[in-house]
């Protein structure tokens, strides 16, 4: 394991120092150390000052995910060093951190593509997030008021909030915006700061330049991007594609031929991706789900000529493991159900855990596979985790009753989390019942 995270974190020293020229500003927490945690950890990382916690899902083998390195690394700056002075704003550590991340790997790859290539990624999970979030959770700033912080944990904050930061970027051109960027650290360094404060600092740094708009200044959405909600107001056509090209096409060309009859199917799609990267794998798995959406599933037939031509089910990078599970799941492919399983209880990061679980209930075959594994190791995952999967699961279930039963739509948001919490409690036990008198 030791060696495994030695080479899979080699480039740790570099993140650091592009970190630094990027905001002009030296690494302010003296030391940088790395701590693998055990697999239950729920999280990929946690920017701890002078030491990251990261999750053992990061061994890919090839470096590929280390980026979540560089996102730790950022938060350096944009969280420990600059600071939401409340979770409602947490944006301002996430959104800006996502930004300097992106900027750090397209340094480290000496291209300045991979920085959009990285937002087109995020753009897909944050889609994800806002098809199953309430409308007041898709906001920047939050009212979280009395609710469980816990509960509001999405990729808003993270990928909306960092397309705030390109908009403003695109707006007021990349040297104006880097100024700007290494203004605000020194401004705010050592103390914390309000998405107000952020609004109100970014227009007079620019009050009066001549080489910003001015109309540009005066008339950008501020009041839409902090308190509106769903999908930014930019779209992710604005993002160069150059990258992602090849890996959206061979997803149309897979979707087409799942179309077809079978009777004239013939030959799968033959493009040989043996050297595409990591990343592009992941991005043409991404372009798949988002082909999938709105129609039928793909046929258990070519589940089995992309595991066939591809091997996705075996392999050890979690990232492409997680994608091409979520598409089988959803055709219910019984076949792929030992896999999902040793995936979704060996390791216990969120990102993963809670979509596949969810992915496992909605489907009839299942439903009880997802019910029977969470019972079965709910004391391996970490307690938050434990806590959000039973909400999903009984949140799924109070769902589907309440649709049955009088068709009403968002009831579930009104539900205080307690009440929630001690009703999935109950459901579980009950499935836990159900099972036990089956077995005997």
Not at 70 to 95: K, M, Q
Not at 247 to 259: G, H, P, R
Not at 415 to 434: D, K, R
Request: hydrophobic share 40%; aromatic share 12%.
């Amino acid at each position: 394991l030791l060696d495994a995270c030695e080479f899979e974190f080699s480039q740790t020293e570099s993140f650091l120092q592009i970190a630094e020229e990027i905001t002009d500003m030296p690494y302010q927490w003296t030391r940088y150390d790395l701590l693998c945690l055990p697999p239950s950890f729920p999280y990929g990382g946690m920017e701890n000052p002078c030491l990251t916690f990261v999750t053992p899902t990061l061994l890919a083998g090839d470096r590929s995910l280390a980026t979540v390195v560089a996102h730790e690394i950022a938060h350096s700056w944009t969280g420990n060093l600059v600071t939401n002075r409340t979770w409602s704003h947490f944006w301002l550590n996430e959104g800006w951190t996502k930004w300097l991340e992106r900027k750090i790997v397209s340094k480290i790859h000496n291209d300045d593509r991979f920085f959009d290539f990285g937002a087109i990624g995020g753009w897909k999970e944050l889609q994800d997030d806002m098809a199953i979030l309430p409308a007041a959770a898709t906001r920047l700033v939050l009212d979280l008021g009395d609710s469980d912080p816990d509960e509001s944990y999405s990729r808003v904050p993270y990928e909306k909030g960092f397309n705030l930061l390109c908009d403003l970027e695109r707006m007021i051109g990349s040297d104006n915006f880097l100024s700007f960027t290494r203004a605000y650290l020194k401004k705010f360094a050592s103390i914390t700061v309000t998405s107000e404060e952020f609004h109100h600092f970014f227009n007079s740094h620019f009050e009066g330049s001549t080489a910003v708009s001015q109309v540009a200044l005066k008339h950008f959405h501020w009041e839409q991007w902090l308190y509106g909600e769903g999908m930014p107001l930019c779209c992710d056509s604005k993002f160069d594609r150059t990258l992602s090209r090849d890996a959206e096409a061979l997803a149309k060309e897979w979707i087409a031929y799942d179309e077809k009859d079978e009777s004239v199917k013939g030959k799968p799609p033959s493009v040989n991706i043996s050297e595409w990267t990591s990343p592009q794998k992941v991005c043409f798995l991404d372009a798949m789900m988002v082909g999938l959406q709105n129609r039928e599933p793909l046929n258990l037939s070519t589940i089995k000529a992309m595991k066939d031509l591809y091997g996705f089910h075996e392999t050890k990078n979690c990232e492409i493991l997680y994608r091409f599970c979520m598409i089988s799941v959803s055709a219910s492919d019984e076949d792929l159900y030992p896999v999902v399983i040793r995936f979704i209880t060996t390791q216990g990061r969120m990102k993963y855990i809670r979509p596949l679980y969810r992915a496992l209930f909605a489907t009839e075959k299942g439903r009880e596979i997802a019910i029977q594994e969470f019972l079965k190791h709910k004391d391996f995952y970490h307690p938050i985790a434990a806590k959000m999967l039973a909400v999903d699961l009984g949140a799924t279930t109070y769902a589907r009753n309440i649709s049955i039963e009088d068709g009403k739509d968002g009831a579930l948001s009104n539900i205080p989390f307690q009440t929630l919490f001690i009703g999935t409690v109950a459901i579980v036990s009950i499935g836990a019942f159900v099972l036990a008198r089956r077995k005997k």
